[in-house]
């Protein structure tokens, strides 16, 4: 079982958390010529590696706010959560 | 090599079975090789197979940074199935069927192979509609397929939940009688005793540190137990995909995650073919020492460790208790997880790369397994000819690019849209 710090709530049980992928993707800037490939590494291009990965996570079950988890993807420690808006 | 046989066993019983042959050689490296394969897993080991079978081609070594077949090809759930709707996927799979039919002959090797039929449960209307619609699409690939209402169903498995006040009433199923289950270590050990006799080097214990790449052009590889020069390399590593795909310098659709399989203890014979619940995502069959096999859903965040979280396995066993109440009863024997290359339209990549001589076999999801023998097959045929098969066009790495995804249920990494 993780248990996530969420900045909001405090520690709290995986349960109430719902993933939601790589947080260090950007969507690609909106009224701007940009390629295919650019889309293509926005939309399904992930990097996925082992070790320390930056991480969006949803608080469905308690303040229902997305934030940003670095956790390590081979032993699951979690070293640091922040609210969305802000950077690592 | 020798050959196993009734003649061999009896042969062998006068110096008590002490002096059969190696099954295979524990290679060392050689300084240079015309193809390489990247992980000696159940795809590994049958690319190797199929190149030196089909293609002629001996000269050839498999790396491997652990032991032979002791990724997910040990950890699996056994199950052989083609039941898909889409052509790519079902012409696939029942090329591979016919494969896996002809295996323990083929291989000399008893794979164990057992058609004991696979039945996916229908929960409503719906969902028996859709069945339908399956079924006659695998018909017209000329696969198997039968369309059961609730009493057949009731025949084949009476230990399911039947009573009349169930959240998920069981309508009724498509079942593929010529689906099934095999023993997927020997699989791994078949393979690898023939590649082995036709000269393949099978390279234990051996890391893969790096690549020489120039000119846009494969040149060799670099492991843990020395530099080896080659043309062609073929990455079959499930999921260290995206390990080996960062040193390539390649950002890939696929995505690494944890999943889940546990059995119970030995009980006698009562499930006699493969049951899947139908809203959810679970998993049933019986092995052959009696275990109840058991599999489901993805524990949902990026992982690379090879062992489960308890949330995701009591939200799979709850499903399987409302499928078949009798479990409850059962004690767990073991849980272990493995790490899938999970793809984002749930189908798999078997394709060339930009890089010349760097072929590419990933993207297997919940369903690597079943596909040993047909992954082998025409990913030997694209690294021997430089060109995909035509049963394997629909899975380029290009179609997420094109658009031509192959979203047979749309899953890939997003367990969430089940």
């Known amino acids: ?88 | 090599m020798q050959k196993y046989s009734i003649f061999n066993l009896i042969k062998n019983a006068f110096s008590g079975h002490q002096k059969w042959d190696l099954a295979w050689k524990d290679a060392t490296p050689k300084k240079e090789y015309d193809v390489v394969i990247i992980g000696g897993g159940g795809h590994g080991l049958a690319t190797a197979y199929y190149l030196a079978k089909e293609h002629n081609i001996t000269n050839i070594a498999i790396i491997e940074k652990g032991w032979l077949g002791g990724g997910n090809m040990g950890r699996n759930t056994t199950i052989i199935r083609s039941n898909y709707m889409h052509d790519d996927n079902a012409l696939f799979s029942e090329f591979g069927m016919n494969l896996w039919r002809k295996m323990s002959q083929d291989l000399n090797y008893n794979v164990m192979f057992s058609p004991r039929g696979i039945i996916n449960l229908a929960h409503s209307d719906a969902q028996m509609n859709i069945f339908a619609r399956r079924g006659n699409s695998m018909r017209l690939n000329g696969i198997d397929a039968v369309l059961l209402n609730r009493e057949e169903v009731k025949e084949i498995i009476p230990m399911a939940d039947f009573s009349e006040n169930v959240r998920f009433p069981i309508f009724g199923g498509l079942m593929q009688p010529s689906a099934g289950t095999a023993r997927h270590d020997a699989v791994a050990w078949g393979y690898a005793r023939q590649a082995d006799s036709m000269g393949v080097d099978i390279i234990q214990n051996c890391e893969v540190t790096g690549f020489d790449v120039s000119d846009g052009k494969i040149n060799g590889v670099r492991t843990s137990r020395g530099d080896i020069k080659v043309k062609k390399i073929g990455l079959c590593v499930a999921g260290s995909t995206n390990i080996l795909a960062e040193k390539l310098n390649m950002t890939i659709p696929v995505e690494t995650h944890l999943l889940q399989a546990c059995v119970t203890e030995p009980v006698k014979p009562v499930l006699d073919s493969v049951v899947t619940f139908g809203a959810g995502h679970f998993y049933i069959s019986q092995s052959d020492k009696g275990e109840m096999v058991m599999g489901g859903d993805l524990d949902g965040y990026n992982s690379y460790a090879q062992r489960g979280n308890l949330p995701t396995l009591q939200h799979v066993l709850t499903e399987g208790i409302a499928m078949m109440p009798f479990l409850s009863k059962l004690k767990m024997l073991r849980t272990w997880g493995g790490i899938m290359d999970m793809s984002m339209d749930g189908s798999p990549i078997i394709d060339k790369t930009h890089i010349e001589g760097l072929y590419l076999n990933c993207g297997w999801c919940y369903g690597g397994f079943k596909a040993t023998p047909a992954s082998g097959w025409t990913f030997a045929h694209t690294i021997a000819q430089d060109r995909v098969h035509k049963l394997n066009e629909g899975y380029s790495l290009s179609r997420f690019n094109t658009g031509h995804l192959l979203d047979e249920k749309g899953l890939g990494t997003k367990t969430w849209i089940s």
């Open chain 1, 1 to 88: 079982m993780l248990h996530i710090k969420c900045p909001h709530c405090g520690m709290r049980s995986q349960n109430e958390f719902s993933y939601g992928g790589d947080a260090s993707v950007k969507r690609p800037e909106l009224n701007k010529e940009i390629s295919d490939q650019d889309w293509d590494n926005f939309v399904y291009n992930r990097k996925s590696l082992r070790g320390k990965h930056l991480e969006l996570w949803q608080h469905l079950s308690g303040c229902r706010q997305w934030i940003k988890v670095e956790r390590d993807t081979a032993t699951h420690e979690i070293f640091k959560t922040l609210k969305a808006n802000e950077d690592i």
